[in-house]
C-alpha cells in the first residue's frame, strides 16, 4: 500500500466551496473514491469514480459533491459546493480494486494517507 496524499482542504461558511484534489498515478486503473469520518469519529465513503467515469455518491452529498478525474494530469478530484457544517471532518482520498462505489472504497487498496481537514462553519 502506498498512500496517497490529499489537499485543498480549508475553513469556509456554509454554502461555500472547496476543491479537494489527490494524485492518483500509482493507482490509475483502480476505481478511486474520497471518504471522511462522520459524527462517530467511523470512516463513510461519499463518493466514487470508476476506470470509465461512473461515479457513485452517498445521499447527503448527492447533488452537492462533484468527483471527477483528470487522467492526463493523475489527479482526481472533489468538488464540494453549498458545505453545511455536517460537512466538517477529515477526508481522505482512496484507490481501491474492483466493484466500485461509495461503500466498497472503504476496503482501500491505497491504504490511508493524512487527510485534509475541512471546517464548516455558521
Known amino acids: 500500500q502506498v498512500p496517497m496524499v490529499e489537499s485543498g482542504g480549508g475553513s469556509v461558511h456554509v454554502g461555500g466551496s472547496l476543491r479537494l484534489s489527490c494524485d492518483f498515478s500509482?493507482?490509475?486503473?483502480?476505481?478511486l473514491g474520497w471518504v471522511r469520518r462522520d459524527g462517530a469519529g467511523l470512516r463513510e465513503g461519499i463518493a466514487s469514480?470508476?476506470?470509465?467515469?461512473?461515479?457513485n455518491y452517498r445521499d447527503s452529498v448527492e447533488g452537492r459533491f462533484t468527483i471527477s478525474r483528470d487522467d492526463g494530469k493523475g489527479i482526481f478530484y472533489l468538488k464540494m459546493d453549498n458545505l453545511i457544517p455536517e460537512d466538517t471532518s477529515v477526508y481522505y482520498c482512496?484507490?481501491?480494486?474492483?466493484?466500485?462505489?461509495?461503500?466498497?472504497?472503504?476496503?482501500?487498496?491505497?491504504?490511508w494517507g493524512p487527510g485534509t481537514q475541512v471546517t464548516v462553519s455558521s
Open positions: 482512496v484507490a481501491v480494486w474492483g466493484k466500485c462505489d461509495y461503500v466498497t472504497i472503504l476496503r482501500t487498496d491505497s491504504g
Open positions: 500509482k493507482y490509475t486503473r483502480y476505481c
Open positions: 469514480i470508476s476506470r470509465t467515469g461512473a461515479t
